[in-house]
């Protein structure tokens, strides 16, 4: 593409209009929580930027998130994401193999040092010296260590990538490690999820090429637009916890009648995501919204702490100490559901009103430990 071609030219040629492209600016104006005002800011900004080189690498992953990646619309990642960017090195999508692809790679690094991005898939193992994943003879965690090393900025996209995921479950046989680890002390964006959302991920890139910024994070390195609030408290279920309608068993009443899933195991009430806000696949869905509990998929080690995954969180804040959602579905609470209510209204809003800090502690990381029911609950109806 000659550089005398500006974006919305390109997109032209491509099919995409300038109302769809304008559509593009105003959805990532209202994922990165800006105002409106700011979809014109992203268009003019977008126009002008220069494309940016990226490096995307996989390593002990299933590719979900490559996946989720090609399923970008509004327009199509190949319409948007490849004309904001050069993807120069992607194993699973670029066209050249073997020592022409590995030549990509090489040429990138050092064409452009410390101006180009680094995308991570997948954990790093990191015992037995690296053995354990390899690509043209070279070790994971060497490549990752010279790519991100030398990357004006790291994007781990995906819980393998964020801390290790599953292949660093227990009992970690391959001693598999996060970017964070495997990398420390780099410019690093973490995106965790399973896979992560690709409307974030473009939101991310988006941030960058408006304002030459990386978007503000937790103290985890998670960007707040996308990870800043409980899903629990913009949950559409979130009515029935408060109310106390459960469901008890999948296929029953309340299962088809969308009630709470909270007892079905849903960790909504630990979860920080924007899920709700954003869904999958093009807002088609998301778990929640398909009658399923959130698996806490972006949470800390989440395979480990949020095991087994159809068993209920203990106490859930909300209502206040002195009841658990088990109390208030038995009616133990008759009476004062109301004003129980009203508190988890207002606790609500004043989460909106109150993001988290980088020195706080987000719910997902204040407890490390496998969710267990309170004492003397059952997991049956």
């Known amino acids: 593409m000659a550089d005398a071609i500006n974006l919305e030219e390109a997109l032209y040629h491509r099919g995409v209009t300038r109302r769809q492209f304008l559509k593009f600016c105003g959805l990532m104006a209202s994922v990165l929580a800006l105002p409106p005002r700011y979809a014109g800011t992203i268009a003019s900004s977008l126009q002008a930027a220069p494309r940016l080189p990226l490096v995307w ?12 990646f090609l399923r970008a619309s509004n327009p199509t990642v190949s319409q948007i994401v490849l004309d904001l960017l050069s993807v120069n090195y ?53 490549i990752v260590r010279e790519v991100c090393g030398n990357a004006l900025a790291t994007i781990a996209v995906g819980a393998c990538a964020w801390d290790g995921g599953l ?8 001693s598999a490690v996060g970017v964070k680890d495997a990398v420390p002390g780099i410019t690093l964006i973490n995106m965790p999820g399973c896979p992560m959302n690709v409307v974030n991920l473009t939101g991310v890139i988006v941030h960058y ?11 985890m390195g998670r960007p707040l637009f996308a990870y800043g609030q409980l899903i629990h408290n913009y949950c559409p ?15 029953d ?5 969308g009630w709470c899933l909270y007892k079905m195991g849903c960790k909504g009430p630990q979860a920080l995501s924007n899920c709700p806000s954003v869904g999958w696949n093009d807002a088609t ?32 804040e909300g209502y206040g100490i002195e009841a ?32 988290i800090a980088k020195h706080e502690s987000p719910p997902d990381q204040q407890s490390d430990t496998r969710a267990s029911p309170p004492s003397g609950s059952s997991n049956g109806p």
């Open 209 to 219: 090429l408006t304002f030459k910024d990386l978007p503000a994070t937790d103290q």
């Open 167 to 174: 292949p660093a479950a227990a009992p970690n046989p391959t």
């Open 57 to 68: 690498l996989e390593f002990q992953d299933c590719a979900g998130n490559t996946e989720s």
């Open 324 to 355: 658990t959602a088990d109390q208030i579905g038995l009616g133990v609470v008759a009476g004062v559901t109301a004003a129980f209510a009203a508190h988890g209204v207002i606790s609500a809003v004043r989460a909106a009103a109150k993001p």
């Open 237 to 251: 279920r979130r009515g029935h916890f408060d109310a106390g309608r459960f469901v008890e068993e999948w296929g």
């Open 253 to 257: 009443t309340g299962h088809r009648l």
């Open 90 to 142: 992607h194993e699973t999508i670029m066209a050249p193999a073997g020592r022409q692809a590995e030549q990509s790679l090489e040429d990138t690094l050092k064409n452009h040092p410390k101006g180009y991005l680094a995308v991570v898939e997948g954990a790093i193992p990191m015992g037995k010296d690296g053995v354990y994943c390899t690509i043209a003879g070279r070790a994971a965690k060497d």
């Open 285 to 316: 869905s998301w778990p929640i919204g398909s009658s399923h509990g959130c698996v806490g998929c972006m949470s800390p080690h989440f395979w480990d702490t949020r095991t087994p995954f159809y068993e209920r969180l203990p106490n859930v």
